[in-house]
Each structure stands twice: as C-alpha cells, then as structure tokens.
C-alpha cells in the first residue's frame, strides 16, 4: 500500500482552514517574541525518526503476545508500513532492520522498494539476545562476554555478518545491545565478563568500514534480573572510548531506573562527544517501551532542551540517530507510531523556542525562579501548528492520525494481508 500527494492534499483540505487559522496566531505569538518562526519550520522537516523493522507488528510480555490484524508479514511489507506512516508525517525517512529477522533475499529490489518509498536505512541492529536456528553455540549463559571462546567468536561473527549487510544497503552504522548478564549472585565473575565484552567489541569495531559508526546500547536489568554487563552509560561510555572514535554511546529513554536524570546524561555524553543516537519511548515503572510521550512528556522535553543546547554548541558531537523503540501491546502499532513521532517532533518544537541566552543570563545570576518560567514558558506553548504547517510544507498531512483513520489504512492492510498475518520478529 501507497498513499499518494492526492490523497493527502484530499485531508488537508478538510482542515486547511482552521490549521491555518491556529498557526497564523501562533506564528504572530513567536513573531512578537522575536523567534525565528521559518528556521523552526525548517528544522521541524529535516528532522527525521527512523523506524525499527521490529515495530511495526504488536509488541508482547513474557507470558502473551496479542496479535493485530494486517501485520506486515516480509520486509517488503514493512516498508511499505514505514512508507505509510513517512507520507503521512514526512518525518519517518528511515527504517532500522533487525538482523536476522529482516535479512533481504533481493538486496536490489530491496533498496528499489526503498527508494520509491523515500526511506533510507538507519542503523542495522544485531541479535545475540536469543539462539538462532541452526547455530552451533547457544547464548544461554551469554554472548559476548561468554566464558567460551566458541561462543564468543560467534557472536562477534554474527555482528561482523550484520555489517556486511548493512553495507550492501547503504547503511553507516551498527547498534550492539547485549542481553548478557547473571539472574543470580555469584553466577558470574563481573571483571571477566566485562572484559571479554570489551575485548568481543574491539574485535567487531575492527571490522567496521572507514565512515561507519558503533552503538554501544546499555540497559540495567532485564532479561536479567541481578546484573546486565553493560548496564548504564558510564560502562557503555567506557567500552566506547575503549574501542575507538568511532564507537558511541547510545541511549534508550526506557533503559534506566527510575527517575533517573537522563536529560543530564545526555548533556555529559554530547560534552564528551561521544552521545550516538538515540531510542525513543516512555515508561512508567521501568523498561515499558510505551507510546513516546505518554507519561513523561516534560522529562521527554527537558531532554530535548539539552539535545539542542548540545547541537548548537558541542560540535565535537557527531549527528545523532534517532529511532522509535516501543512496544504497542494493544494498539494499532502504525497509530501508535503516529503518536510517538508526533510527540518527538513536539518535545523538539518546544525547547527549539526555549531563548538558551536569556536561560544562560538567568543562570548566572543563580535566577532559579525565572530559569524555570524561561524553561515552562516554552513547554506550555501549545507547538502543535508549528509541527501540522512543517508537515503540510513538506507533503505531509495535517492531522496525520485523522487521515490514518479516514483514509482507512488498517481496514486496507488488512483487506490486502488478512487477518492473521504475523510480523517477523518479537
């Protein structure tokens, strides 16, 4: 499934008016408070969010997975799902495959399909969190940081695999999560572990082509419940700086515990150079991979404001990637998406209008009272015309969520798939 322009400019019709007449107060609103109303327009349609193959069917728990109608079945049909939601938001330009849930049969028909659907690909993701049919060695007890060579070897081969694949699609980076760590106390020595990951990644980062980059992704528990090896930023920081220049940190909003001040790891990281990318979601208790935005939308936005401080001044900071990773257990998974690069292009809207100057001014002063009204003031702003009008200039729709459901796009997925069709996947 395609849309095409006038399908499209057929909804925006519907709300051209009153959209129009929203931003025209909100465009005046900045103008008196001397923003730059265009350059946010410009940077709201260059911003892009790639989406992860994996998301695009319904996500599941440990005990049940509850299936939505019209999954995608094969890569072809996950981008066409990609492709779908980037016509509508025009912000979707990019899709993460997961290696080997998502290995191309046709590597040229593949980017073919790609390219009519104006999707790059982003990262390539590798998998030694779960044994493969066929594989010689099991994970059970570890991938990278196995006591046994073999195992090891084979992982590190695997992910060696992953970025030949990613080269044959235009990829330039590799993201490495490791499910690695102990359910139990003593189960593991922590030290031999944590060397043998670093000695695994060296291996990997030696294999990574001239302009390519590594991820390095951390997580502080789950599937294991005592320890994870690489298990918050400053491991991952390490591995990076151990590895090369090329090697980063990648941060997960869902891979900390709670309250944790991710807005500030984010600010040292981008300081350090060393910050990657980024995955996006929300949670409420812990790793919930929820819709982005749906519980936290002022973290998500205070995070945000230091992303913006640290592009405009940590130039020693390479362009991050940003990528959606959640898990819509009960939702339409392509309305959930919706929600979350809506909410994304929000947070950003709102601290792009935050005046770093006059914060910088008050914060000198130790101003606390009117550091938080400068910070408050830009997230009560109600950016929602700015993120309609970036989208329409760009082809996009007004009300993508609206003209998902007018336009009865899972009624036609479902009518082109069936209703038991599976994504790949988790």
């Not at 969010?49 to 998301?55: G, H, L, R, Y």
């Not at 499910?179 to 060296?202: I, P, V």
């Amino acid at each position: 499934m395609q849309l095409n322009k006038d399908q499209i400019l057929s909804e925006n019709n519907r709300f051209q008016r009153s959209h129009q007449d929203y931003f025209n107060f909100l465009s005046d609103q900045l103008d008196n408070q001397d923003k730059d109303v265009n350059g946010i327009l410009r940077k709201l349609a260059n911003f892009q969010v790639a989406i992860p193959s994996w998301a695009l069917g319904a996500g599941g728990t440990r005990f049940g997975r509850f299936g939505f109608f019209g999954e995608p079945a094969s890569l072809e049909q996950k981008i066409e799902d990609v492709g779908v939601l980037h016509s509508l938001t025009k912000t979707a330009g990019a899709i993460s495959l997961h290696i080997p849930w998502d290995i191309p049969q046709d590597y040229n028909a593949i980017k073919e399909l790609a390219n009519a659907n104006d999707l790059v690909f982003d990262a390539v993701n590798s998998n030694t969190f779960q044994d493969q049919k066929n594989a010689k060695e099991s994970y059970r007890f570890g991938s990278l940081s196995n006591l046994n060579a073999s195992v090891r070897e084979q992982a590190v081969q695997h992910n060696i695999d992953v970025i030949k694949i990613g080269e044959k699609l235009g990829s330039k980076s590799l993201t490495v999560w490791l499910a690695d760590g102990a359910n139990f106390a003593g189960q593991r020595n922590f030290q031999s572990a944590l060397t043998h990951t670093e000695n695994s990644l060296k291996n990997i980062y030696s294999a990574l082509p001239e302009d390519w980059k590594m991820f390095i992704e951390y997580k502080p528990y789950e599937p294991n419940f005592y320890s994870t090896v690489i298990q918050d930023w400053g491991t991952s920081f390490m591995l990076a700086n151990a590895c090369g220049e090329k090697a980063y940190t990648l941060v997960d909003l869902g891979h900390h515990l709670p309250n944790t001040n991710i807005e500030q790891i984010v600010s040292t990281l981008m300081l350090k150079g060393k910050l990657g990318g980024f995955h996006f979601n929300d949670s409420k208790y812990g790793d919930d991979d929820s819709t982005v935005g749906s519980v936290k939308p002022y973290a998500l936005f205070l995070i945000f404001n230091e992303l913006v401080y640290g592009m405009e001044n940590n130039p020693q900071n390479p362009d991050l990637a940003w990528m959606i990773d959640a898990s819509h257990n009960i939702k339409d998974p392509l309305e959930d998406l919706l929600q979350s690069l809506e909410a994304i292009q929000e947070a950003y809207a709102k601290a792009l209008l935050v005046d770093q100057e006059e914060l910088q001014a008050a914060q000198s002063r130790n101003d606390v009272t009117l550091c938080q009204e400068i910070l408050q003031n830009a997230y009560r702003t109600d950016v929602r015309p700015l993120l309609a009008q970036a989208r329409a200039l760009s082809g996009g729709a007004i009300d993508p969520l609206k003209s998902y459901r007018s336009l009865r796009i899972r009624e036609g997925l479902i009518k082109e798939r069936g209703m038991n069709s599976v994504a790949t996947g988790l």
